[in-house]
């Protein structure tokens, strides 16, 4: 069984976390509450999370402050964060909520269906990053015991190998293609920067498909 990916929600008015709720229940994942910057870091402790859906204006720790911390831990500073406000502040407000590190940038009320789509293109890079990492420690397992394995299992670890890198390679290409596309069309910053936080994931993948070639040196891959 396929485990469900965690989406946090933060916001510190209990109706904004319902209509949320309500607007990604039909990805079927699990949602989780914070009604603060703190509650929501406490959380982050222990669990991994797809996504953080972070409003902008709370009292205490602000949605800004809380993506700082986000951002200066090592264990959660590549999660997406998409930032939520009731008002536009204009383009100055919209650079400082990109320099803290949010690849989107939605103001309220925003469409439904297009906060569910967005959400559900990190969940589904989180699942395929999941996926591989699995995928990519039981190879390593697999190659590492080669010298004990009968020649069958062997070959069945390179042709394993063999069929996770052309997947990541199809990837790899329509995410090139996708980038040249944003370029060609100077597209909007939140989309530019949803598709370098893609590229960053797959160059990570990528060095960890590689490190498990066989003769390669230099201990366990790591998958951001």
């Known amino acids: 069984m396929v485990q469900k990916a965690k989406i946090l929600l933060v916001d510190d008015r209990p109706e904004n976390l319902l209509a949320l709720e309500a607007i990604l229940s039909a990805l079927d994942q699990t949602l989780v509450r914070a009604s603060s910057g703190e509650e929501a870091l406490k959380a982050l402790l222990t669990d991994d999370f797809a996504v953080i859906l972070l409003d902008v204006q709370m009292p205490g720790m602000d949605g800004f402050e809380t ?13 997406p964060i998409i ?4 008002i536009n502040h204009g383009p100055h407000h919209t650079f400082r909520g990109y320099a803290a590190g949010a690849v ?3 103001s309220k009320p925003f469409d439904p269906w297009v906060l569910r789509a967005k959400v559900s293109v990190f969940v ?8 591989l990492r699995e995928q990519a420690a039981l190879l390593r397992l697999q190659l590492e015991g080669g010298g004990k ?9 390179a042709g394993l190998l063999a ?5 990541l390679a199809a990837v790899e290409e329509q995410a ?37 070639e ?11």
């Open 176 to 212: 090139e293609a996708l980038s040249k596309q944003l370029s060609d069309e100077s597209t909007d910053a939140a989309a530019v920067a949803t598709a370098a936080h893609l590229e960053r994931k797959l160059t990570g993948l990528r060095r960890a498909l590689d490190a498990l």
């Open 124 to 131: 589904e890079l989180y699942m395929k990053n999941c996926q």
């Open 67 to 79: 993506a700082a911390h986000i951002k200066r831990r090592e264990r959660t500073r590549d999660i």
């Open 163 to 167: 069929e996770l890198s052309a997947r």
């Open 83 to 86: 930032f939520l406000t009731a």
């Open 149 to 157: 394995a009968a020649g069958g299992e062997a070959k069945e670890s």
């Open 104 to 106: 989107d940038y939605i």
């Open 214 to 224: 066989p003769g390669t040196s230099g201990g366990q891959p790591a998958v951001n």
